[in-house]
């Protein structure tokens, strides 16, 4: 990791260098500040275990493809109430198992920030889920590698 990256503390001072490294034409670097933005989040929320953390950095990426898009902060509303009512592996298993494709994987991929999509982090963990959210998970996944959406 980058020491500017490192030396991050909070989600603002992410999005401060995000914003001056895309000003200086270094996106790899802006994407990085984005990406500890998201851990910073996900670490004050206070998962039990590594499972948790990732869904919840998972969320928290979610909320910068949503703040992008409308040029301020955005939570992702229907989520969080998700969360508080069934739990983090739950309310990620009723995302993924959604017959729609979730529009929050594709936009995460757009964004370069793949990895913190619910799917990919089922497969990461597969023993924390049923197996219809991983398979659901991986048909998702394949279809965007080749080609579909």
């Not at 979730?102 to 889920?129: C, K, N, Q």
Request: aromatic share 6%.
């Amino acid at each position: 990791m980058d020491d500017r990256i490192a030396k991050l503390r909070t989600p603002q001072d992410c999005a401060a260098l995000a914003k001056n490294a895309l000003a200086r034409n270094r996106p790899d670097l802006a994407l990085a500040a984005k990406r500890r933005a998201v851990q910073i989040r996900a670490e004050s929320y206070g998962a039990a275990t590594d499972v948790e953390r990732e869904c919840i950095e998972a969320v928290f990426a979610y909320e910068e493809v949503l703040s992008a898009k409308a040029g301020r902060r955005q939570s992702a509303s229907r989520t969080w109430p998700m969360i508080d009512r069934y739990g983090i592996i739950e309310a990620v298993e009723r995302v993924v198992n959604r017959k729609d494709d979730a529009v929050g994987y594709t936009a995460l991929v757009d964004m370069g920030l793949a990895e913190h999509a619910f799917e990919a982090v089922i497969l990461r963990h597969p023993s924390a889920f049923s197996a219809k959210a991983i398979q659901r998970s991986k048909e998702r996944l394949g279809a965007r590698s080749s080609g579909g959406t």
